[in-house]
Protein backbone atom coordinates (compact mmCIF):
# COMPACT_ATOMS: atom_id res chain seq x y z
CA UNK A 1 0.00 0.00 0.00
CA UNK A 2 1.16 3.27 -0.71
CA UNK A 3 0.99 6.37 1.24
CA UNK A 4 -1.40 8.02 -0.69
CA UNK A 5 -3.85 5.48 0.28
CA UNK A 6 -3.71 7.05 3.68
CA UNK A 7 -4.32 9.98 3.03
CA UNK A 8 -7.99 9.61 4.32
CA UNK A 9 -5.79 9.97 7.82
CA UNK A 10 -5.51 13.38 7.65
CA UNK A 11 -8.97 13.82 8.02
CA UNK A 12 -9.75 12.24 11.46
CA UNK A 13 -11.32 14.63 13.81
CA UNK A 14 -14.22 14.63 16.85
CA UNK A 15 -16.72 12.83 13.44
CA UNK A 16 -14.59 10.56 11.63
CA UNK A 17 -16.09 7.34 12.46
CA UNK A 18 -15.29 3.91 11.43
CA UNK A 19 -17.40 1.08 11.36
CA UNK A 20 -15.37 -2.33 12.71
CA UNK A 21 -17.35 -5.42 12.04
CA UNK A 22 -15.83 -8.71 13.98
CA UNK A 23 -17.54 -11.82 15.20
CA UNK A 24 -15.06 -13.02 18.21
CA UNK A 25 -15.90 -10.94 21.10
CA UNK A 26 -12.80 -11.47 22.86
CA UNK A 27 -10.93 -9.83 19.45
CA UNK A 28 -13.17 -7.28 19.19
CA UNK A 29 -12.90 -5.73 22.63
CA UNK A 30 -8.98 -5.84 22.27
CA UNK A 31 -9.06 -4.35 18.76
CA UNK A 32 -11.55 -1.46 20.01
CA UNK A 33 -9.09 -0.94 23.30
CA UNK A 34 -6.32 0.25 20.91
CA UNK A 35 -8.39 2.05 18.11
CA UNK A 36 -10.60 4.35 20.82
CA UNK A 37 -7.21 5.56 21.37
CA UNK A 38 -6.55 7.05 17.81
CA UNK A 39 -10.49 7.16 16.62
CA UNK A 40 -13.25 9.24 18.39
CA UNK A 41 -16.26 6.80 17.01
CA UNK A 42 -16.22 3.16 16.77
CA UNK A 43 -19.38 1.44 15.39
CA UNK A 44 -19.31 -2.16 15.91
CA UNK A 45 -21.35 -5.26 14.12
CA UNK A 46 -20.84 -9.19 14.37
CA UNK A 47 -21.33 -10.20 10.88
CA UNK A 48 -21.62 -9.29 7.60
CA UNK A 49 -25.24 -8.42 7.65
CA UNK A 50 -25.36 -6.13 10.36
CA UNK A 51 -22.49 -4.38 9.16
CA UNK A 52 -24.46 -3.64 6.05
CA UNK A 53 -27.62 -2.37 7.74
CA UNK A 54 -25.04 -0.60 10.16
CA UNK A 55 -23.48 1.16 7.37
CA UNK A 56 -26.43 1.62 5.27
CA UNK A 57 -28.20 2.88 8.57
CA UNK A 58 -25.63 5.56 8.69
CA UNK A 59 -25.17 6.45 5.03
CA UNK A 60 -29.12 7.23 5.11
CA UNK A 61 -28.97 9.58 8.08
CA UNK A 62 -29.28 13.50 8.49
CA UNK A 63 -28.36 12.75 12.40
CA UNK A 64 -25.41 10.47 12.25
CA UNK A 65 -22.03 10.93 10.67
CA UNK A 66 -21.07 8.63 7.25
CA UNK A 67 -19.11 5.85 8.16
CA UNK A 68 -15.32 6.92 6.89
CA UNK A 69 -13.38 3.43 7.44
CA UNK A 70 -14.39 0.20 7.48
CA UNK A 71 -12.08 -2.08 9.26
CA UNK A 72 -13.74 -6.23 8.71
CA UNK A 73 -12.64 -9.51 9.35
CA UNK A 74 -12.99 -12.17 6.58
CA UNK A 75 -14.66 -15.05 8.05
CA UNK A 76 -17.74 -14.25 9.76
CA UNK A 77 -21.19 -16.04 10.03
CA UNK A 78 -24.16 -15.31 7.68
CA UNK A 79 -22.51 -13.13 5.51
CA UNK A 80 -18.72 -13.41 5.41
CA UNK A 81 -16.28 -9.97 4.81
CA UNK A 82 -15.64 -10.14 1.42
CA UNK A 83 -19.57 -10.47 0.08
CA UNK A 84 -20.22 -7.43 2.94
CA UNK A 85 -17.61 -5.06 1.46
CA UNK A 86 -18.35 -6.27 -2.67
CA UNK A 87 -21.99 -4.70 -1.28
CA UNK A 88 -20.61 -1.85 0.09
CA UNK A 89 -18.00 -0.76 -2.21
CA UNK A 90 -21.34 -1.06 -5.25
CA UNK A 91 -22.74 1.85 -3.05
CA UNK A 92 -19.36 3.47 -1.89
CA UNK A 93 -16.56 2.63 -4.04
CA UNK A 94 -14.19 5.30 -2.20
CA UNK A 95 -14.70 4.38 0.99
CA UNK A 96 -10.92 2.72 2.74
CA UNK A 97 -11.56 -0.75 4.19
CA UNK A 98 -9.15 -2.84 6.36
CA UNK A 99 -9.29 -6.50 6.04
CA UNK A 100 -8.40 -8.49 9.05
CA UNK A 101 -8.57 -11.99 9.21
CA UNK A 102 -7.44 -14.51 12.31
CA UNK A 103 -4.97 -16.81 12.34
CA UNK A 104 -4.21 -19.75 14.08
CA UNK A 105 -0.37 -21.00 14.94
CA UNK A 106 0.12 -24.46 15.75
CA UNK A 107 3.51 -25.31 17.96
CA UNK A 108 4.89 -28.84 17.58
Known amino acids: MSITNLNFLKNIDNNFTILFVEDNDTLLMQIINTLQKIFPNIVTA ?3 EEGIELYTKYKNSKELQDI ?14 LLMLSEIKDVSPDIPIIITRRISLKFS
Do not use: C, R, V, Y
Open 68 to 81: DLIISDIEMPKKNG
Open 46 to 48: KDG
